[in-house]
Each structure stands twice: as structure tokens, then as C-alpha cells.
């Protein structure tokens, strides 16, 4: 489809999408989020952005949770607050969102809204890159190219070990 159909065919799919939304579809609910929050063919608009996606996450929607977590984390549309945004990237990690579960490894890492566990941050991003994330794929790169490491230590449970050669600083706090 050229970009000048594409563009036609825009108001339209915006209107399914909204129509989608106001019936209940959490689907629906988290893209129009997106919509308002980017200003993609409708005014940007945090707070509207946040209605929509507190109106998905009460149907356990991954994604719609995580742009809480994030708007939480930033400030945007919503008061800064690390202890929710931790816990909204926690829980949709646990359901399975892999850019939740690269973000919340992200945080661990990092020592970002919780404490620094290295060990943790790993293991969500290996979660993620198992789901195929390209954003843990490449972190993962950069941990084993700098010396991380993690060996599997009885029963499944992970454990972190740190080679010779880097202190892990190019990922700074």
C-alpha cells in the first residue's frame, strides 16, 4: 500500500480502533493510548492516553501496563514514581510482555527504581531474548562480550559471575 493510500485509509482505522476501545477491547484500548500519547492522528494527550491504557491494564493487558510503567518511570501523564513503575514492569514481565521483561532487566542492571541485581537484570533479559526482543539480544550481547555471565546453579536458578577485563561500566547508573 503506498503511503498516500496508507494515509487515506488512517481516519478509518482510527475510527475502528476508537469504536474497539469504547465497546471494551483492552487491545483497542492500549493502541488508542498510544494514539493520544504520540499524537499519531489525534492530539497528544497524556492524560487521555492514561485513561485508556488504566482502562486495558484492568483486563490484565501486558502492553497497557507497561506504558504505565513507563509514563510512571518518566513523569509523563503521570507523577514520577519509581516504586510503581517497578511494580507495573514487574507484573507485566510476569505476564509475559518480553519489552517489560528487557525494561525491568534494564532496572536491575542498572540499579534503576530498585535495587542493583545484576544477577536479576540478566535473567529478565534472557526471558525477553528467549521471546526474541531485540533490545535483550543486543543487552545480552553487550554483557557477554564485557564478562557476564550465568551459569546455571541447581534446580534452574541462575547464577552471575564476572570475568576478568571490564567492571560493566559502560552501562552506568
Known amino acids: 500500500m503506498s503511503e ?14 476508537m469504536e474497539s476501545a469504547k ?12 494514539h493520544y500519547f504520540n499524537g499519531i492522528d489525534l492530539p497528544k494527550d497524556q492524560n487521555e492516553a492514561v485513561f485508556w491504557w488504566n482502562k486495558a491494564a484492568k483486563s490484565n493487558h501486558s502492553g497497557a501496563i507497561c506504558y504505565l510503567a513507563i509514563a510512571f518511570r518518566d513523569g509523563e501523564g503521570l507523577p514520577m514514581d519509581k516504586t510503581q513503575s517497578i511494580a507495573l514492569l514487574r507484573k507485566s514481565a510476569e505476564l509475559g510482555f518480553s519489552p517489560a521483561q528487557f525494561l525491568l532487566g ?11 541485581d545484576k544477577e536479576k537484570g540478566l535473567e529478565w533479559w534472557l526471558k525477553a531474548a ?9 543487552y545480552l550481547g553487550w554483557a557477554y562480550k564485557n564478562h557476564w555471565r550465568l551459569y546455571e546453579r541447581g534446580k534452574g536458578r541462575l547464577q552471575l559471575t564476572k570475568g576478568p577485563g571490564d567492571d ?5 547508573n
Do not use: M, Y
Open 4 to 17: 498516500s493510500n496508507s494515509r487515506k485509509h488512517q481516519p478509518r482505522s482510527l475510527a475502528v480502533i
Open 23 to 34: 465497546k471494551g477491547d483492552p487491545n483497542a484500548q492500549t493502541h488508542l493510548g498510544f
Open 106 to 116: 534494564l532496572a536491575f542492571f542498572k540499579g534503576d527504581g530498585v535495587q542493583a
Open 130 to 138: 528467549e521471546k526474541g526482543n531485540p533490545s535483550a539480544l543486543f
Open 168 to 172: 560493566g561500566s559502560a552501562i552506568s
